[in-house]
C-alpha cells in the first residue's frame, strides 16, 4: 500500500463547478504539500500545510492531522485549472519527501 | 531570483554514454532535491542535500548514480552508464524555510 494515497485519480469537471482532490497519508509528517503540474511538464507547490487551512485565491487546502488526511478545493474552476495535482508529505521519521501519484483535473468549458 | 535552474532541458543519448544534469538553487535555500519522474512510478526522490551534504540517498537506483553538490550553489546529478530505463524527466527542486521551488526539469532520453 502506498504511504501517500490521492483521489480521484482522474477527475473531469464542467467549468465553473467546484472540485475537491483528496489525500490520506499513513506516515507522521511534519508538513505536506500540494503540487501542481502542467501538461508542459512544469512544477509549481501550491501549498506548504502543517495544519488549519490555507487559501490562495480560488484555491483552499485543508489538513486534519489526527485522521492525516488533505483535501485540496478549487472554487469556480476555470480550463486553465486542467493540470495534475501532486500530494507530497514530509515524514517525521526521516525527513524524506513521499508522493501521491497524482490527480490527473480536466476542466471543460 | 530566477528561480530554480536546470540544465539541459532535453538530452537524448545513447545506451552507455554519461550523462551529466545540472541545477543551480535558489540563492539563500539550504535543501536541495533530486527527482525522477516516469509514467509508471510518478515522482520520486533520488537525493537530497542540506548545506552542500548529501542526507539521504537511498532513492538512488543503483551505483550507476551518483550527485554532488560542490558548492551552495550547484549539483550535478551524473548517470554513468545510462541505460534505457533511465529515461525520465529529473527534477530538481530547493527549499529554504519551507515552500519547495521547482526547477523546469530535464527530459532525459537514452535510445
Known amino acids: 500500500k502506498n504511504e501517500v494515497e490521492q483521489s480521484p485519480q482522474n477527475l473531469t469537471a464542467q467549468e465553473g463547478e467546484f472540485i475537491t482532490i483528496n489525500c490520506s497519508y499513513s506516515v507522521g509528517i511534519s508538513a505536506l504539500h500540494w503540487l501542481q503540474q502542467h501538461p508542459g511538464g512544469g512544477i509549481v507547490s501550491l501549498f506548504m500545510l502543517s495544519s488549519g487551512k490555507k487559501k490562495h485565491g480560488r484555491l483552499i487546502a485543508t489538513i486534519n492531522i489526527q485522521e492525516k488526511h488533505s483535501s485540496l478545493h478549487i472554487t469556480a474552476s476555470h480550463p486553465r485549472d486542467s493540470a495534475v495535482y501532486i500530494c507530497a508529505v514530509r515524514s517525521l521519521k526521516d525527513n524524506d519527501m513521499r508522493f501521491g501519484a497524482g490527480t490527473r483535473l480536466t476542466v471543460k468549458p | ?111
Not at chain 2, 1 to 29: F, N, W, Y
Not at chain 2, 81 to 107: I, K, N, Q, W
Open chain 2, 1 to 111: 531570483d530566477a528561480g530554480v535552474i536546470q540544465s539541459p532541458r532535453h538530452e537524448v543519448t545513447e545506451m552507455g554514454q554519461e550523462v551529466t544534469l545540472r541545477c543551480k538553487p535558489i540563492s539563500g535555500h539550504d535543501y536541495l532535491f533530486w527527482y525522477r519522474q516516469t509514467m509508471m512510478r510518478g515522482l520520486e526522490l533520488l537525493i537530497y542535500f542540506n548545506n552542500n551534504v548529501p542526507i539521504d540517498d537511498s532513492g538512488m537506483p543503483e551505483d550507476r548514480f551518483s550527485a554532488k553538490m560542490p558548492n551552495a550553489s550547484f549539483s550535478t546529478l551524473k548517470i554513468q552508464p545510462s541505460e534505457p530505463r533511465d529515461s525520465a524527466v529529473y527534477f530538481c527542486a530547493s527549499r529554504g524555510d519551507g515552500e519547495l521551488f521547482f526547477g523546469e526539469g530535464s527530459r532525459l532520453t537514452v535510445l
